[in-house]
């Protein structure tokens, strides 16, 4: 059957689609509405998710200007771009908007344009409807585009709580349109009705003051003199240009308990950032010993830790004030904690309280540690009343909310309902931290992990205008939000009337789609997780005990298990391992999330056409994640036949150069394999190299570079391999993707030390080499180990013997790598070194520099000297390449500056270049 090349085989506006992915994401207070409707974890850009769609079925030849309109991209974004870079350097004021237009996203896909495309793909496809799929779909971003363009939609995940917010994210706002807003609204105050009720006296009300929450912090006994000691990191209540407010602690001798005031830290001598905590260990504030991590985990266990309530938030008009409890809040929370001894066994009768245990597999036993068992004990005694209050308020609507609407409007209003009670949770648990910074509570997944927090906020869930009621609001505008963007805002029946099927969400293992038809998909776009990077399913049980509570009925098919399925999940889950002989359980989890990465492959191949494309949508966290991922496509039958990198990372962290967060997307776009062709190593080895190096400089002119661009070439390395699989090189081994991906970085790190040295004739030792590349490739002190240890493989050099132990040239920190400066080294272990003669080039740059900084420039003129390095033309040319590679805002690159033109002069174009910039920038 012929193949015909669709656009993504051919061409991606790359460049725009990175600019309009960082604009979309750019103000987290501008989000795309499905961001705030529920969490969900690793959320991808919609550009990039309908770019991937339509790209992956659009014609090789479709006018490059036509699909950015497509795409919402109303002008030269690239262009604007290398406007506002420059103006960063001349300070030219660009106002608030300098694209001209508003963010791709933002608006629906216009109808003529929308009639359009789909004229050009029935043409294509000779076929009237298009079916594209997202078998891993998680928040749904993908499908949302699939919907918004009017393709026939089907979306997939194995997690219940995904599957739910699919429902509400694809198919009721086309179903109900803004209709339901009001609808929810009335019911949302029907249960508030109820909730005030039943929960007079549980917050201290008084009539001049709103409250807004209430700060807490974890406490524990002080082994040595008993004192209940209240345990938080720092004790900023606001910390803002305005506001500077924090609490202190009276000790006295007598009382077990201490006193909180709330003061200004403008007025009085007090240093809020002295907690009462560290790295896990508590210090008691009255006698003042250290009370060890072992000694606190230990109480958590046992009778549990303590909750002191220090501080009260109160709304005042434009933010927030602090004041410290009374005796009346202290009774109001008694109370709370008397109510809800009473409750809970009528509640426990009606299993509506998420008693369920925490797993005891797990890859975050924190929670543990710290005496939370069962999923009820991430909340305080009122925390939890309250929240079990609104949950006795929803079912008690439940019934009225059934008998008067349709089936499918009342589970729609119920979802919306449910989702409120959830976001209720995630700001109102013992693992939400309040940010004096912001003035705001981080919710319980701010980070993406169970870390334990010392000192937590509770929400007046019930005031008026706060707590639930601003819960409800918020999934209110996401729902809006989301109207709008799909254009059902006002015309839903016209929506339907298009005969536009409704999206099909489904659930269950992306490895198993048995209510898929065999060859019955156009495209598959999907985003699938990334080793460990996010641990869903154990993340997403917090929402599933209590959805399981409220939606249970409603969604049968999804809430029968205790919690959510981890076994058919593909991560590379070590929790689910122990150890086998030599295999450690991290071993054996990457080899099962490849297994299953590959029997999702496999059921992809399946449902798709011969003719259909599988776009992949690859988010570079970790290199061996390449590896995995390529082999257990290419093991599945497919062939990959273009990539694209997509640099969606802002540049704000790469500005002061500490640390290289880099991240881009990857599309993959692959084909099910023909034939089996098979190949040679040795004789692809050359085709390989050219694709390559072709299409590194493809990139280099779109503007990439250093990491990205290496990047970049992963995936026109594994196109090679892929098309003429199985590859087997001389000794009858088949060859794996590493082969490539090394191949791949060792081409482009040449090209890179070809460019830098100008083409020079001169050949740096590896340790150099690598020190160089490292600032080049990564741009910052800091970078991720595992990726610099694949560059020193580049090198040749060994990263842990050499780079590390025997040179002292980075030091490793966690996931991390960190270049060592001058002193350090010399501090270091290389200390009297000086006299010795230096084994590598970047060992006596280093020497250099160090005198430099120390004694001034003329004693490191002199050593130079006497080395005879100012006139060695490798060392040369190593100065010149640090002033390339090295980012200029860097301290060490200023030195070498000074080395170069005092010591250097007859180096050099770069130093022309950087004199040449220098008096633009000033004239
Ligand atoms: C990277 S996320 C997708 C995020 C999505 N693109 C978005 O924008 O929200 C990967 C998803 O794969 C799901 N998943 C993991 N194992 C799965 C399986 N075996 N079958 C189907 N889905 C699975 C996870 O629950 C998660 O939602
Ligand atoms: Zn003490």
Known sequence: MARPRVLIEENLPVEALGIESRRERGASSALPPLYFLHVWWARRPLTISRAAILA????????????????????????????????????????????????????????????????????????????????MAGGGSIPFEGVRTGMDVISNDLNPV?????????????QFGLGLVDLVGNYARSMQKFVQTVTNGIFAEQDNERVWGYLWAHTVYCPSCALEVPLSPNWWLANTKKQKVAVRWKVTSNEDRLVPEVIDVTREDYDPDKGTVKNGAGICPRCHIVIESDYIKRQA?????????????????????????????????????????????????LGWVPNEPYPEITNDPRPLYYGMRQWKDFFNPRQLLSLLTYLEAFNAIKDEVTANHPADEAKAILTYLAFALDKAADYNSRMTRFDGTRNKIANTFDRHDYAFKWSFAEMNLTAPGLGFDWAVDQVLDAYEGLCKLLGTANHTMNWLSENRTLPTVRLGSASDLWDVADASVHAVVVDPPYYDNVMYAEMADFFYVWQKRTLGDLYPEAFLDPLTDKTQEAVANPALFSKQGTLTPKAQAEQDYR????GVFREIARVLRPDGVLTLMFTHKRVEAWDTLASALIDAGFEITASWPVHTESEHSLHIANKNAAESTILLACRKRESERGGWWDELLPLVRQRILERA?????????????????????????????????????????????????????QLRVTDLVQHRQVTFDPLTRWYLLAWDVFGA??????EARLLAITCGVDLDR????????????????????????????????????????????????????????QAAGRYLNDHRLTTDTTFQALIDACLTAIPRVRPEWQAIHILATAYFRTSSQVLEQIQWELSQKEG
């Open 56 to 135: 992956s079925l659009l014609p090789a030849d479709t006018d490059p200007q036509w699909f950015l309109e497509v795409l919402g991209i109303k002008g030269d974004p690239v262009k604007v771009y290398k406007r506002i870079l420059e103006a960063r350097t001349t300070g030219e004021d660009l106002g608030t908007n300098p694209y001209g237009y508003k963010r791709a996203f933002s608006e629906p896909v216009p109808e003529t344009i929308r009639k359009e495309l789909h004229s050009r793909l029935t043409n294509y496809w000779a076929s009237s409807s298009i079916t594209v799929f997202d078998p």
């Open 162 to 174: 995904a599957y739910v917010i699919q429902q509400a994210t694809l198919r009721y706002p086309v």
């Open 301 to 349: 266990q046992g009778p549990g830790l303590g909750f002191q309530l220090y501080a009260l938030a109160i709304k005042v008009k434009g933010g927030l004030e602090f004041r410290a409890p009374t005796i009346e809040d202290e009774a109001a929370f008694a109370e709370a904690e008397r109510r809800l001894a009473e409750n809970l066994p009528r509640w426990e009768a």
């Open 595 to 598: 297994n299953k990465m590959q």
């Open 697 to 749: 400089k493809v990139f280099e002119a779109k503007g990439f570079r250093k990491l990205d661009l290496m990047l970049a070439t992963y995936g026109p390395a594994l196109q090679v391999l892929s098309e003429y699989w199985p590859v087997k090189d001389s000794t009858g081994q088949l060859v794996q993707p590493e082969r490539v991906l090394e191949e791949a970085r060792s081409l482009v790190t």
């Open 781 to 786: 002190e800091q970078f991720p180990y595992d």
């Open 802 to 857: 050499q780079v590390i132990r025997e040179h002292g040239l980075a030091g490793k920190k966690g996931k991390y790598l960190i270049l060592a400066t001058p002193e350090e080294r010399m501090d270091g272990h290389r200390r009297g070194s000086l006299d010795r003669a230096p084994e590598a080039s970047v060992d006596a740059l280093h020497l250099a520099l160090f005198l430099l900084n120390r004694d001034g420039s």
